[in-house]
T-cell receptor, first 113, second 110 residues
Framework: NAGVTQTPKFQVLKTGQSMTLQCAQD?????MSWYRQDPGMGLRLIHY???????DQGEVPNGYNVSRSTTEDFPLRLLSAAPSQTSVYFC????????????FGPGTRLTVL | TQLLEQSPQFLSIQEGENLTVYCNSS?????LQWYRQEPGEGPVLLVT?????EVKKLKRLTFQFGDARKDSSLHITAAQTGDTGLYLC??????????FGKGNQVVVIP
């Protein structure tokens, strides 16, 4: 199993550009989520999904869209990038949204100029 | 949003020494998890504690969940350089969301 994979590893955008961060898992997990990690702020939940076709907002959803067309994939879209979205983004998955272990991907480091 | 305070924010110790870091909140959690994160990687789960007063051991790491399920501690005995990393606590509350603290950065000097 590859676990949770994220692409790209690094990305630089200009303000106003759009892009999609890819996340995939091969563990047949129902629950997937996106976090951003900023210095001094810890991990903050952006969006999550409890299964294919179902998504919901987390703590900091503004400026981001998600979709869950398959169990395996959970892409995160930045519609119009802003410097405030400069961060490290982590995708995570687990069997369910309970006490189960969350498996994190290696992260995408995004810089918006 | 439940606030999880982790202290100390940064800790540097010599190899072989013991250390304890803390995760505190005013909220009650149904469960609490500890993760370790190394530079350039995602967090990796170390332990989940569920019952108030619960103590779990993972080799030289001892985790304790407070009796009131509002706080937790992580104690490392005879620290090794491989213990260097960012330790994150995460509490699960009534809405079933996982809230993370800002982390305890531990550096073990050889």
């Amino acid at each position: 199993n590859a676990g949770v994979t994220q692409t790209p590893k690094f990305q630089v955008l200009k303000t106003g550009q759009s892009m999609t961060l890819q996340c995939a898992q091969d563990m047949n997990h129902e629950y997937m989520s996106w976090y951003r990690q900023d210095p001094g702020m810890g991990l903050r939940l952006i969006h999550y999904s409890v299964g294919a076709g179902i998504t919901d907002q987390g703590e900091v959803p503004n400026g981001y869209n998600v979709s869950r067309s398959t169990t395996e994939d959970f892409p995160l879209r930045l519609l119009s990038a802003a410097p405030s979205q400069t961060s490290v983004y982590f995708c995570a998955s687990s069997y369910s949204n309970s006490r189960n272990q969350q498996f994190f991907g290696p992260g995408t480091r995004l810089t918006v100029l | 949003t439940q606030l999880l305070e982790q202290s100390p924010q940064f800790l540097s110790i010599q190899e072989g020494e013991n250390l304890t870091v803390y995760c505190n909140s005013s909220s009650v959690f149904s469960s609490l998890q500890w993760y370790r994160q190394e530079p350039g990687e995602g967090p990796v789960l170390l332990v989940t504690v569920v019952t108030g007063g619960e103590v779990k051991k993972l080799k030289r790491l001892t985790f304790q969940f407070g009796d009131a399920r509002k706080d937790s501690s992580l104690h490392i005995t005879a620290a090794q350089t491989g213990d260097t990393g960012l330790y994150l606590c995460a509490g699960r509350s009534g809405n079933n969301r996982l809230a993370f603290g800002k982390g305890n950065q531990v550096v073990v000097i050889p």
